[in-house]
C-alpha cells in the first residue's frame, strides 16, 4: 500500500514538479500575542494548519483518555474479542480510526506542499512518515509526549535549513541525518533490550466477528 500511494502520487504529480503553487495558506498573525518578543514570531505568525498542530495532540490525548469513544478505540486495540462481547463495533471503530488517521495524513501532506514548501518534487518527505512511526514507539503511544518529539524532529530540519541560508561552514547531510541515526539507534536498542512499549497487543492483528464463535 505504501509503494502503491507513492507511486501513484509520482504519477500523478509529476506534471506539478517545477512549478510554484499559486494556492497557499496565509499566515494569521494572533492580535498582541504576535508583538511579544522573539515567541511572537515563533508561536503566533502562521497558518490555520500550525495552530491545528498545535492543539491536536492535545485533543488526541483528551478524546483517548477522557472520551467514551477513546476507551472504545483503545479497547479495540487491547482486546478485540472482549471489546466485541461487551457491545463495542470492533470492525467500525477500527475503520473509523484508519479513515481519520489517514486524514490527518492528507492534511499534513496538504501543508508540506502547500502551506510550506508551495511547490512539489518526488520524494520531497525524505521517509518522515517512517520517522514518525518510530516516534510513536518512543513516546510509548502518548500523544503529548510524541508533539515533544515532533517539534525536536522539526527544530533539527530547520536548524540544517538555516545553517545553509546563512553559509554556516558545517556539514549539513549531517545535521539532517541526525533524526534518522537517532531512530535506527533507537529501535536497536529496544530491539537489544527487549524493551515492553505501551503498544496494543492487536496491532496489526486481523479481526473477524465469526472468531467470536
Given at each position: 500500500?505504501?509503494?502503491?500511494?507513492?507511486?501513484?502520487?509520482?504519477?500523478?504529480?509529476?506534471?506539478?514538479?517545477?512549478?510554484?503553487?499559486?494556492?497557499?495558506?496565509?499566515?494569521?498573525?494572533?492580535?498582541?500575542?504576535?508583538?511579544?518578543?522573539?515567541?511572537?514570531?515563533?508561536?503566533?505568525?502562521?497558518?490555520?494548519?500550525?495552530?491545528?498542530?498545535?492543539?491536536?495532540?492535545?485533543?488526541?490525548?483528551?478524546?483517548?483518555?477522557?472520551?467514551?469513544?477513546?476507551?472504545?478505540?483503545?479497547?479495540?486495540?487491547?482486546?478485540?474479542?472482549?471489546?466485541?462481547?461487551?457491545?463495542?463495533?470492533?470492525?467500525?471503530?477500527?475503520?473509523?480510526?484508519?479513515?481519520?488517521?489517514?486524514?490527518?495524513?492528507?492534511?499534513?501532506?496538504?501543508?508540506l506542499s502547500v502551506g510550506y514548501s508551495r511547490l512539489w518534487v518526488e520524494g520531497m518527505t525524505a521517509g518522515k512518515g517512517w520517522i514518525t512511526i518510530a516516534l510513536v514507539i518512543f513516546a510509548n503511544w502518548n500523544p503529548l509526549i510524541a508533539y515533544g518529539g515532533a517539534y525536536l524532529f522539526g527544530g533539527l530540519t530547520q536548524l540544517g535549513l538555516n545553517l545553509q541560508k546563512f553559509n554556516i561552514p558545517f556539514p549539513i547531510i549531517l545535521l539532517k541525518s541526525i533524526p534518522y541515526v537517532f531512530t535506527l539507534l533507537f529501535l536497536l536498542f529496544i530491539s537489544i533490550k527487549g524493551k515492553r512499549s505501551n503498544l496494543p497487543k492487536a496491532l496489526g492483528e486481523s479481526y473477524f466477528r465469526e472468531s467470536r464463535g
Open positions: 500500500l505504501t509503494m502503491f500511494g507513492t507511486g501513484a502520487s509520482s504519477f500523478f504529480g509529476v506534471s506539478m514538479v517545477g512549478k510554484t503553487l499559486k494556492a497557499s495558506f496565509e499566515a494569521i498573525p494572533i492580535p498582541l500575542l504576535n508583538k511579544i518578543p522573539v515567541l511572537g514570531e515563533v508561536l503566533f505568525n502562521h497558518n490555520i494548519l500550525v495552530y491545528f498542530a498545535f492543539v491536536l495532540p492535545v485533543i488526541v490525548w483528551f478524546v483517548f483518555n477522557r472520551t467514551k469513544w477513546g476507551l472504545a478505540l483503545r479497547s479495540s486495540g487491547e482486546e478485540p474479542l472482549s471489546s466485541e462481547i461487551m457491545g463495542i463495533k470492533v470492525i467500525k471503530v477500527r475503520y473509523i480510526a484508519t479513515i481519520v488517521g489517514g486524514i490527518f495524513i492528507g492534511i499534513s501532506g496538504v501543508y
